[in-house]
């Protein structure tokens, strides 16, 4: 039996309860959001802005957890993500711009509210080989091929070692390996096995848990991207 909740249940609850955002989190968003992933440099005053911050605790905030391939100099962050230095393991296209991305498959639901016009992200699945495709615009999926897929989301006490992390490098090659995106339920069955109290949900309901949607709330509120 597969794993697969619904934004009712309570275990899965459990999962999404993400009202306190650690800041780190935020920065590493915010920096996407900003750059629209890394299309061009925002000024570093720009992020201290958000983040509430001196700008140069904001640029070291930049440095240290900014998304993998973040530089902070010359009173600008920029992102490019080939300079990640862990491999690509998606593709994403973002209007006329294609590139690869590392991070855990949970992390497309996190940025692809916050960049323009659209964002596709196209992987394999680690099991079945098939290629996923998946749509989206800043307020909705567009498209998901096959409509099968479904992201891992890790269970509580797997994420627990990011908050001691050195840097997002380290959380990126230590734990957003281990959660990619499957082409079905089925496909992610050995991936829940190994993973207790892990769940998969799919794509569509993923974008509506409540912990997706307050998100998407607040990060466009804190970086303006409403105007």
């Given amino acids: 039996m597969t794993s697969i909740e619904n934004d009712n249940n ?14 780190w989190v935020t920065v590493t968003y915010a920096v996407i ?17 958000v983040l509430g911050r001196p700008v140069a605790e904001a640029e070291a905030l930049a440095r240290q957890w900014g998304w993998p391939g973040t530089r902070a100099e010359d009173g600008l962050i920029s992102v490019k993500p080939e300079r990640a230095k862990s491999a690509a393991r998606r593709q994403v296209r973002i209007g006329d711009r294609r590139f ?18 659209f964002l596709q992200v196209e992987e394999t699945c680690p099991v079945t080989g098939t290629p996923i495709r998946i749509v989206f615009t800043p307020s909705r999926v567009e498209s998901v091929g096959p409509r099968s897929a479904v992201v891992a989301l890790a269970p509580p006490q797997e994420c627990a070692p ?18 990619p995106l499957f082409s079905s339920a089925e496909a992610a069955q050995s991936w829940l096995d190994a993973h207790p109290g892990g769940r998969v949900v ?26």
């Fill in 33 to 49: 959001g900003l750059t629209n992933f890394g299309e061009k440099p925002v000024p570093s005053t720009r992020l201290a802005e």
């Fill in 10 to 23: 309570a275990t899965l609850a459990d999962f999404t309860a993400g009202a306190n955002t650690p800041e």
């Fill in 162 to 179: 990011a908050e001691t992390a050195g840097d997002v490098e380290e959380v990126d090659a230590n734990l957003c390996v281990q959660w």
């Fill in 202 to 227: 799919p794509v569509r309901e993923a974008w509506d848990l409540s912990v997706f949607r307050d998100w998407r709330d607040k990060m466009s509120a804190l970086l303006n991207l409403g105007n």
């Fill in 100 to 117: 690869g991305v590392t991070g855990c498959g949970c992390d497309i639901f996190y940025y692809a509210p916050l960049v323009h016009p």
